[in-house]
């Protein structure tokens, strides 16, 4: 009697869990769509003109839930064969580690948060033990798989932490459009960190070179504009704003309060960027940047890159990505703007990554000049990144 029972309670078990593998599978498959599928047709003569840019992206999310990335997909947005298709030589990879079910208070004890979605998906697509109820340990496994496909795809891809890659990358792309990509690691959300700040130093030796302080909720270092609370740089933000600008890690304020980006602004050294998202004034939800940070930000000399997301956009077409860069650029100039599209971060985006021609076609029709097109699609980008990241130390010779 026993031994049949147990087996159908194995079996039962066993059930369920390939039904919530399956499922977890699926989720990344069904929660990064897309307004227009692909095969994109962008007109000869702008296909041409695009093919000359440097095209680097602000943020994308794709190995925080998958590592199949040379892989080509007819799902969610973002691999190596169709970032290549659109035309994309710089990707910022981001690392996030925590999507709560909910969001209480701060209390004494610090930020308390749900149930962890990104740990479910550890557990259900039986990852390490380790990455189950540990961000750090999570994200440093994250920061692994990127760094391995680098290695293991070392004529299409270059891990970039020095400015000479940017260097490097400039100048293959001047001889042979799109040879190599390169990939540089952003963690979005301090809380990978778990209050050590000693990691940062780690996760900095690992290659990262851009943190945004909070991801969509409160966390101890800083509010966030989806958060409760609305509040600033905490003590404990001042500490790990203070690390990462000796360490020269790039200040992302996406996801940041108005409050704490104010912070920011004030205690910043360095020009900061928000890596993506929207702006208020042509779509007014609390994700987006408000009117009265755009001057703040460009006397900072920072960068706002847009999401090509329908949600930040209050749209969904690429003239809407035109319309809110056209925005920002009477504001405070096109120097200030670039790409942030935060494919396969769970969102509908326009296109997928293939469709980058679409949008320099968009641009153009709305009024950009090439040069300043040039700018935003991703000169802006690795003009920032030139000064910003460290120089190699000069090898000595013998
Ligand atoms: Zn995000």
Not at 167 to 172: C, D, G, K, Q, S
Not at 349 to 356: E, L
Request: contains cysteine.
């Amino acid at each position: 009697m026993k031994i049949p029972v147990i087996s159908a309670v194995i079996i039962i078990l066993l059930g369920l869990m390939s039904g919530i593998y399956y499922m977890v599978g699926r989720s990344y498959e069904l929660t990064n769509t897309v307004v227009l599928s692909g095969p994109y047709q962008p007109p000869e003569q702008t296909q041409a003109f695009h093919q000359q840019l440097f095209i680097a992206d602000m943020h994308a999310d794709t190995f925080t839930f998958v590592d199949s990335f040379m892989q080509r997909k007819d799902y969610a947005h973002l691999d190596y064969p169709r970032a290549q298709d659109g035309g994309l030589n710089l990707l910022t990879m981001a690392i996030a580690t925590e999507v709560p079910l909910s969001m209480v208070k701060r209390s004494p004890e610090g930020v308390k948060r749900g149930t962890n979605l990104i740990q479910v998906g550890a557990i259900a697509g039986l990852e390490p033990i380790s990455n189950w109820s540990s961000n750090y340990a999570r994200g440093l496994w994250v920061i692994n798989n990127i760094k391995e496909t680098v290695a293991n795809n070392p004529n299409e891809l270059l891990l970039v932490t020095h400015r000479e890659d940017i260097t490097e990358l400039l100048m293959e792309h001047e001889l042979e459009p799109n040879k190599r990509m390169g990939l540089l690691l952003a963690v979005e959300g301090g809380h990978l960190l778990e209050g050590n700040l000693d990691r940062l130093d780690h996760v900095y030796n690992l290659g990262v070179r851009m943190l945004s302080l909070t991801h969509a909720f409160d966390n101890d270092y800083g509010g966030a504009s989806e958060g409760v609370e609305q509040y600033g740089l905490t003590e404990t933000g001042k500490a790990l704003l203070e690390r990462m600008t000796e360490l020269g890690i790039i200040i992302d304020i996406a996801h940041a309060s108005p409050a704490l980006v104010n912070d920011l602004l004030i205690e910043a050294k360095n020009p900061i960027v928000y890596s993506h998202g929207g702006v208020q004034g042509t779509c007014n939800i609390n994700r987006n940047l408000p009117d009265n940070l755009l001057g703040k930000i460009q006397a900072n000399g920072g960068l706002i890159a847009i999401g090509l997301w329908d949600r930040v956009l209050c749209g969904n077409t690429l003239n809407d990505v035109a319309a809110t860069m056209r925005y920002i650029a009477d504001k405070i100039g096109t120097e200030h703007l670039a790409l942030g599209s935060d494919f396969d971060g769970g969102v509908k985006t326009i296109t997928d990554s293939s469709g980058m021609p679409l949008l320099t076609e968009a641009l153009l029709k709305n009024g950009f000049s090439k040069a300043e097109v040039r700018a935003i699609m991703g000169g802006n980008y690795a003009n920032l990144l030139m000064k910003q990241l460290p120089a190699r130390e000069p090898q000595l010779s013998e």
